[in-house]
């Protein structure tokens, strides 16, 4: 081979099949090598955003992935944990028939078990456990294997708020625990965390079974928008195009389409009222409580059909 052949291969361009390759071998060879915190992050997202502009070397899935896993860093507990106000937990002496029937209700299949008030946990109970203790009988039928929820109840983690999210699913992977309560400075019961909760901030919503219907935004027959009140505005916008924001400082705080209500409002609705929306929008409420609203119906303007689905 020739001098002049060699120094043109060594500056001929990559092909998509060279370029390719090399961008994963550097995304594993930077995950291998270890360093500062803020340099990996950095390199990865030059990694990210050259693959989106060069090559398909990683799909666009790969690439969310990888995103999402950045925003995880920078995340706390309290970004991700499910409020107190909608935890579904158990007390210490409920007869095992209605444990299964709050399971069914529920559909989870671990629930925290608490003595008196939530801000008392004594554990958490896992349906598998609850079903163990079904004996089959010859006659066909089933009774319950005598005894208490005391004794099937199963450690459960508990964490600050302040905790980082990728710090807590290293715990819970290494206890072998997938269900934390989040414990505020006073010891009262702030909210819950599982492991699902965890790694959908990576992967994305995982839909099962039971969570065919529960859509957190949605479109019904008349065109109108059915939304969780938990759904933060500009997770609404995004899916939607409808900007509910308010231009108002003293609406700074309202992240979630409840909190804008309750602010609309001056207090916490109820079934069936109809708030008007600064900008002409009609927001009905679908189902709420005392103390929080939780699913909504957005309507546009008349002079402005909601967007095509």
Known sequence: ??????????VAPDS???RAP?????????LRGGGAATAIRENLEEIIEESERESPALSAQERTMLSNLLKVGGLKVNDVMVPRADIIAVELDTPLPDLVALFGEAQHSRLPVYRETLDDPMGL??????LALIEPQTDGGFRWRATALGEIKRPILFVPPSMPVLDLLV?????HIQLALVIDEYGGTDGLVSIEDLIEEIVGDIADEHDEDAAP???????????????????????????LGIEDEAAEDVDTLGGLVIFL????????EIIAHPAGYEIEVLEADPRRVKRLR???PASEPAPAA
């Open 1 to 10: 081979m020739t001098a002049h052949k060699r120094m043109t291969d060594a």
């Open 298 to 300: 957005v309507r546009p």
């Open 171 to 175: 715990k819970m992977q290494t206890t």
């Open 16 to 18: 998509e099949e060279d």
């Open 125 to 130: 109970v896992h349906i598998k456990d609850v």
């Open 22 to 30: 090399s961008l994963l071998k550097r995304l594993s060879q930077l």
């Open 217 to 243: 935004i949605r479109r019904d027959e008349s065109g109108a928008y059915i939304a969780d009140a938990r759904v933060d505005l500009e997770d609404f916008k995004t899916a939607t195009g409808l900007a």
């Open 265 to 272: 409002l001056g207090r916490v609705p109820q079934r069936g």
